[in-house]
């Protein structure tokens, strides 16, 4: 059980002050977190840290003022390191964050935040007692498409939703630690819970390991929720393009949302209307087809908005409740997935138990 947390982590501190902060890991994605933060008035990168010597030494040259390390040891001796951001493969993630908040730093770790749904638990313990704000890198809720989506579901412009229909699929990049599910499936099922505001209450999932044997590579992930909405996610590294493609089916009108598209989000004035039998057996259905309205999206980088609002709630001193609890709910689904999908597809309930409070009681997220 997570214990009860003061609202307040750290007094208040100069406002321009910049957090320090230390980037873990310069794969594929810990340069974009850096580039990001060299960007920002409100943080210095202090270290870089990589067990790549080559990477060091590639991103030293790039970014000289920062100091580099193969041991997260001497970044977290380093006073001046508050914050420490991890980007390294998902196995690695629990080791890391622990001992960045045994050490008393802020922790920002990439999705998915453990490798189990005991350890995030324990992770969430941990930055609770140590009273320091952990994150987990869920970039998507911060984009731009889906928080359009997410003014439309709260305006009630789809009306009831009846089912959510996703893609995710590419050719590539086969991960070598982790199914496919835990790869891509954190960005579809934190979206899921940021647009319903709901957790699923149970999975079922059915996949393959095509290539690498003991390592799926596509997987069907069905997710039931309390509302009777039903989620099917289709996540994959072997496609021939590129898509990233969610369907809202309601009661009013429908959406698409295509992450690659110059129109990203498209709204449907469709539906069916249906009227009750005047006599037994006859029910009349007529189709709706109105107009297709793509609105206008806001531009600007998700990173850099999500990593301004961990930088913000550390000189805040305030905690990001919704944040780790979103992070651990995903991590319990990707993991009931993987469970199901090993178990030929048998439904796995979901327990959250305090999760769903925390998930309620969130703190407003960063407005672009
Ligand atoms: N938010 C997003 O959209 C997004 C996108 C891609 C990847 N990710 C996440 O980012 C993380 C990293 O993924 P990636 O594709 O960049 O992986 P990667 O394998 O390309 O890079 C990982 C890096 O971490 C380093 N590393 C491994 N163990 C380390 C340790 N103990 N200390 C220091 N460095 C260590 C490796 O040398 C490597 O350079 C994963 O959690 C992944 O899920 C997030």
């Known amino acids: 059980m997570l214990k009860a947390t003061p609202a307040s982590i750290d007094g208040p501190r100069d406002a321009v002050d910049p957090v320090g902060v230390a980037v873990v890991g310069l794969g594929y994605?810990?340069?974009?977190?850096?580039?990001?933060?060299?960007?920002?008035?409100?943080?210095?990168?202090?270290?870089?840290?990589?067990?790549?010597?080559?990477?060091?030494?590639?991103?030293?040259?790039r970014y000289p003022t920062a100091q580099v390390t193969s041991q997260l040891e001497r970044v977290i001796a380093d006073p001046d390191v508050e914050a420490v951001i991890i980007a390294t493969p998902v196995h690695t993630h629990y080791d890391l964050a622990a001992r960045t908040l045994e050490a008393g730093k802020h922790a920002f770790v990439e999705k998915p935040l453990a490798p189990s749904s005991e350890l995030a638990d324990e992770l969430a313990e941990l930055a609770s007692e140590r009273q320091r704000v952990l994150m987990c890198g869920h970039t998507f809720i911060y984009s731009p498409p889906v928080r359009t989506v997410k003014r439309m579901l709260e305006a009630g412009t789809l009306g009831d939703i009846y089912f959510i229909s996703s893609s995710r699929v590419n050719l590539g990049l086969h991960q070598r630690d982790v199914s496919v599910i835990w790869d891509l499936g954190p960005h579809d099922f934190s979206i899921l819970i940021y647009w319903l505001s709901e957790i699923p209450t149970s999975v079922r999932a059915a996949g393959r390991d095509s290539i690498v044997k003991g390592i799926a590579d596509v997987a069907f992930v069905s997710l039931t929720f309390a509302s009777g909405i039903i989620a099917n996610v289709e996540l994959s590294w072997l496609a021939p393009t590129k898509l990233r493609r969610t369907v809202l089916v309601g009661s009013e009108r429908m959406v698409i949302y295509d992450d690659g598209a110059s129109e990203p989000v498209r709204l449907f004035d469709r539906g069916v209307v249906y009227r009750d039998p005047e006599t037994f057996g006859e029910y009349h259905l007529s189709y709706r087809s109105g107009d297709i309205l793509s609105p206008t999206i806001e531009s600007y980088e998700p990173l850099g908005l999500e990593l301004g609002d961990f930088l913000a709630a550390i000189r805040a001193g305030q905690e990001m409740r919704f944040h780790t609890a979103l992070a651990r709910a995903v991590v319990r689904i990707v993991e009931a997935a993987d469970l199901?999908?090993?178990n030929g597809g048998q439904e796995v309930p979901l327990d959250y138990a305090e999760i769903g409070a925390q998930l309620a009681s969130r703190r407003q997220l960063a407005l672009a």
């Open 29 to 61: 994605w810990g340069p974009n977190l850096l580039r990001v933060l060299a960007d920002k008035q409100d943080a210095q990168v202090r270290w870089i840290c990589d067990l790549d010597h080559e990477r060091l030494e590639k991103y030293g040259r």
């Open 340 to 342: 199901s999908l090993r």
